[in-house]
Nanobody, 123 residues
Framework: QVQLVESGGGLVQPGGSLRLSCAAS????????MGWYRQAPGKQRELVAT???????DYADSVKDRFALSRDNGKNTVYLQMNSLKPEDTAVYYC??????WGGGGVYRKDYWGQGTQVTVSS
């Protein structure tokens, strides 16, 4: 069984910073892309940033130059450093991992999601 455990959300004032972490655990063979998505009330889930196993990153235009995504492959963990936060960044943030794991007598590739962590930017 694979789990993605997120941490680091909370309430912050506009212009402040937060750091989200997401650790993958279980019978993992290897992880391809990891990343973060977010969903604000009444809106669809959207991509925030992704990082490949080799460290290549991709960001939504709305967070470029403010957010930084990094990854520790040895710990199966991804970090999202969020700076200069704005009220429009308020959302539930979900970790995502595209990985292969052992299960049912074989190795299977699947997308996994974390449970979500709330980020609220407000004065």
């Amino acid at each position: 069984q694979v789990q993605l455990v997120e941490s680091g959300g909370g309430l912050v004032q506009p212009g402040g910073s937060l750091r989200l972490s997401c650790a993958a655990s279980g019978m993992i063979v290897n992880i391809y892309d990891m990343g973060w998505y977010r969903q604000a009330p009444g809106k669809q889930r959207e991509l925030v940033a992704t990082i490949s196993s080799g460290g290549s990153t991709d960001y939504a235009d709305s967070v470029k130059d403010r957010f930084a995504l990094s990854r520790d492959n040895g710990k199966n963990t991804v970090y999202l450093q969020m700076n200069s936060l704005k009220p429009e960044d308020t959302a539930v943030y979900y970790c995502n991992a595209d990985l292969r794991s052992w299960g049912g007598g074989g190795v299977y590739r699947k997308d996994y999601w974390g449970q979500g962590t709330q980020v609220t930017v407000s004065s």
